[in-house]
């Protein structure tokens, strides 16, 4: 059993930064090796892939927040983080981390961090 913990969220205004964290625990065999997304959700809507980080740390964004988000990871920790930038109410959402979609089954889903961008 793998427990994702996701931390770091919150309320800012418009244009501001956050930095979300997602420590991952438990039966992980070679954390390295495995492809990470951060995912988000609107209350009533499905889950929406955000970024993903491969193996070999190449980052992969949605385009809605290509060149505001940079995602990355901590293999040594087994963390991977993501810094928001120039953050848009349209970002508002629940956060989450998992294994990237390519990689199935995904590991349990952790509470999330919320994140609202309102003035």
């Known amino acids: 059993q793998v427990d994702l913990v996701e931390s770091g969220g919150g309320l800012v205004q418009p244009g501001q930064s956050l930095r979300l964290s997602c420590a991952a625990s438990?039966?992980?065999?070679?954390?390295?090796?495995?492809?990470m997304s951060w995912y988000r959700q609107v209350s009533g809507k499905q889950r929406e892939l955000v970024a993903t980080?491969?193996?070999?740390?190449?980052?992969i964004y949605a385009d809605s927040v290509k060149g505001r988000f940079l995602i990355s990871r901590d293999n040594a920790k087994n963390t991977i983080t993501l810094q928001m930038n120039s953050l848009k109410p349209e970002d508002t959402a629940v956060y989450y981390c998992?294994?990237?979609?390519?990689?199935?089954?995904?590991?349990?889903w952790g509470q999330g961090t919320q994140v609202t961008v309102s003035s």
């Open positions: 980080i491969t193996s070999d740390s190449t980052p």
């Open positions: 998992n294994l990237a979609p390519s990689v199935a089954p995904s590991w349990a």
């Open positions: 438990g039966s992980i065999f070679r954390f390295r090796i495995l492809p």
